[in-house]
């Protein structure tokens, strides 16, 4: 039986109320017990570390929290919480209110956590959890209470812009109230074994490899597959830059690396053997004015990226004082060049809006970027100082910066004048606490997901004796969502995040938009070619096609041709064949291919890449310092050849320009192709199966967390004329 003792919330004020008697709205319900009916605090088991109030100046409510393993937590305040809860909200929402439209339909996205991060809900492999949707359309009050009986502020459908709250009758605060409690609904969900599987049950030493992110989502599905079979090895990705990754395959402190791009020089020949083709986007999550729903679909220039990378917006009106600022738009979203592409989003000037979250440490998925803004005769014109048509100009901190990079750097130096306490004790470039870069792609995709901008600039202190510090702004609330970050292909997927549509030819309105797909990754495969045998597939980002694109990467095994171990070797040739072969049927089992990634075959667009990888898992064997020319194949549709990639047919596209395509995960237990024992493909907890058709599961992340979109389906309007809204919480199902 679930209950509401056993449901997450992430705050108190979401499980202990104290308000004037007079909107104690709860007191009056018609489906409520007695008890319920009656003030708690005038209770004699009101707990002593709570606050006691006369019920002449606050009725009280209090639900405590009772954790998977019995403990109670109180949470009437922020020291009698589960740990895991945060008054300051450190940590992304498992509980979510929204408003539905005007047809009573919506969806939103939030995150299921498995013990590994949640440990006092407790969900797991052993302990089952619900994902439970309380529709809230207003108690049923069981007399004439003024209170109970109040409309909302605003109409069906409408958001909350002006920030008045909703009356206590129709406040998602009183989900656990028993007229708002009796409508819920709940969707089972289960979870896999934890993402240490493979350290758990094979107590072998690992093979250690190095390098790219853009791998992640991949290597978690792979590595259960090596592990769990006595006749392969363990696997163990150490996710970092590639550069970082390439410089410790250089001095013999990795095994292999995974990277794009070619190492500029190394003390022992090198083989590059293809095992991914992924590769970046450019994620974002938008709401609509007006409740109107969440923008599904958002297109992008080089030029767009560049103004965005180069902090050539100010930002704030504070910040039009920037020399050679003053005239630009303050943020993407009032730039021409945006709105003509993008029109009828809000006009909001907020900082986030001037922004694209990046990277901060070097990596070949900046390369990339930068060399498919490099490119771009607009874009290019622009760094170089060449207005753009509504006269914005380059940051001049930026002017002439030689493009493409490794690493993104903050050039700009500029402090806005100091209007607060904080700001004349911290002396900070502005705009570089509004780019505020991070370390993964990774965390980039979770940002995105919640909706949290990492922009610096918030002011805060402990208390009024503490120094000021920057932090990081709050959390953006739904209507009123815009943010956009680089990410993988392989992340979108798993999360569930729109990506971009990116420029590949024309100008203005008329110009070509490409989102990820597989029929536009093949594509941009066709302008990709070796300089020689065993050496990466380098793409031609300025010679690509219109459908192509511009995202689309390669990712390499970097291994040493010479004075690896024979074991090693052996281990790393068998992992380019079994990745280039099993490794890329599609699924969600173990040693299968996540959707983020376009399937390397034996035949087609791909024969190439195929091809090249087995001569280079031959080389890596022999260990004799050379890689062998590959020989060609042709196949009976597109063929391709060593050396080059042909343009062949989409087989499907997983990530489409309105919007990643989201699939279901095999319930906990269940085997399917490639898996072993019923463990889920990356050995990370997944929500799975048993689920209503109005919602669909996402798979798994990185973090063994589950973003779920949350189609909410049809409700009526209740007699009162409420805004519907809708609270979504996480609980465990006792027993």
Not at 205 to 216: K, R
Not at 228 to 240: E, G, P, S, T, V
Request: net charge negative.
């Amino acid at each position: 039986q679930l209950r509401p003792e056993t449901c997450w919330t992430t705050t108190f004020p979401q499980r202990y109320t104290a308000v004037a008697p007079s909107t104690a709205v709860w007191l009056h319900d018609r489906y409520a017990t007695a008890a319920d009916r009656q003030d708690q605090d005038s209770a004699t088991s009101w707990p002593d570390a709570c606050v006691r109030f006369p019920a002449s100046i606050l009725s009280q409510h209090l639900l405590p929290f009772v954790a998977a393993n019995g403990t109670q937590y109180l949470s009437c305040n922020d020291t009698t919480i589960a740990p895991e809860s945060s008054i300051d909200a450190a940590l992304p929402a498992a509980d979510v209110a929204a408003f539905t439209a005007l047809d009573g339909t919506g969806d939103i996205q939030f995150e299921v956590r498995s013990d590994t991060e949640n440990e006092s809900l407790g969900c797991s492999s052993t302990v089952p959890c619900s994902i439970v949707v309380i529709p809230i359309m207003g108690i049923s009050c069981i007399d004439g209470d003024p209170a109970c009986r109040q409309e909302g502020y605003f109409a069906p459908g409408s958001s909350n812009f002006t920030n008045l709250g909703a009356n206590p009758a129709v406040s998602p605060g009183f989900w656990w109230s028993a007229s708002n409690w009796r409508n819920r609904f709940a969707v089972p969900v289960t979870f896999g074994l934890p993402p240490d599987a493979c350290d758990v049950l094979d107590d072998r030493a690992p093979v250690d490899l190095y390098g790219s992110e853009l791998l992640s989502q991949a290597s978690l599905q792979w590595s259960p597959a090596y592990c769990l079979r006595a006749d392969r090895f363990k696997l163990r990705h150490n996710r970092m830059s590639e550069p970082s990754a390439l410089r410790l395959l250089d001095t013999g402190g990795a095994a292999a690396a995974f990277v794009s791009d070619a190492a500029t020089a190394s003390a022992a020949p090198l083989g590059y053997a293809p095992i991914a083709v992924t590769g970046f986007a450019v994620a974002f999550v938008a709401d609509e004015p007006d409740n109107a729903g969440e923008v599904g679909r958002l297109r992008l220039t080089p030029r767009l990226l560049a103004k965005m990378l180069t902090q050539s917006y100010p930002g704030s009106n504070s910040g039009r004082a920037h020399p050679g600022l003053d005239k630009n738009p303050l943020t993407i979203t009032t730039d021409p060049e945006f709105t003509a592409l993008n029109p009828g989003l809000s006009l909001t000037a907020e900082e986030v809006r001037s922004t694209v979250l990046s990277l901060s440490d070097s990596s070949d998925v900046m390369t990339a970027l930068t060399s498919y803004i490099a490119a771009d005769q607009e874009a290019a014109a622009f760094v170089a100082g060449t207005p753009d048509p509504w006269g914005m100009v380059v940051n001049p901190s930026y002017l002439g910066i030689a493009l493409p990079v490794a690493e993104w750097p903050l050039l700009d130096t500029w402090i806005r004048p100091a209007t607060l306490e904080c700001e004349q004790q911290i002396q900070s470039p502005y705009l570089s606490l509004i780019a505020a870069p991070v370390t993964s792609l990774r965390k980039i995709a979770e940002a995105v997901l919640d909706a949290w901008p990492n922009v610096q600039t918030a002011c805060s202190r402990s208390t009024p004796s503490d120094p000021w510090k920057f932090g990081r702004v709050a959390r953006q609330g739904y209507g009123n969502r815009f943010m956009l970050g680089i990410v993988s292909l392989g992340d979108a997927a798993r999360y569930g995040l729109h990506t971009a549509e990116l420029r590949t030819s024309g100008s203005g309105t008329s110009a070509t938009f490409v989102g990820p797909s597989d029929a536009s990754m093949t594509a941009a495969l066709s302008v990709a070619s070796q300089s020689a045998p065993g050496l990466p597939f380098e793409i031609d980002r300025s010679a690509l096609p219109a459908g192509a694109y511009p995202g689309t990467m390669v990712v390499n095994l970097a291994t040493r041709l010479t004075g690896v171990p024979a074991a090693t070797a052996g281990h790393l040739a068998q992992l380019i064949r079994v990745a280039t072969t099993e490794g890329q049927v599609r699924g969600s089992a173990n040693g299968e291919l996540p959707e983020g990634y376009l399937p390397i075959t034996s035949t087609g667009a791909t024969a190439a890449l195929y091809a090249s990888a087995q001569v280079v898992a031959s080389a890596v064997e022999a260990q004799a310092g050379a890689v062998a020319p590959a020989t060609p194949s042709t196949s009976s549709g597109s063929g391709a050849s060593s050396g080059s990639g042909a343009a062949g047919g989409s087989v499907g596209a997983f990530v489409g320009s309105g919007g990643p395509v989201t699939a279901g995960l095999p319930a906990e237990g269940a085997s399917g192709p490639g898996s072993v024992d019923g463990l889920p493909a990356d050995g990370t907890p997944e929500a799975a199966g048993a689920a209503p058709s109005t919602t669909t599961i996402v798979q798994r992340s990185a973090a063994s967390r589950a973003a779920i979109p949350a189609a909410l389906g049809m409700v009526v309007v209740g007699g009162l004329g409420a805004p519907l809204l809708r609270t979504l919480s996480t609980r465990r199902r006792p027993g």
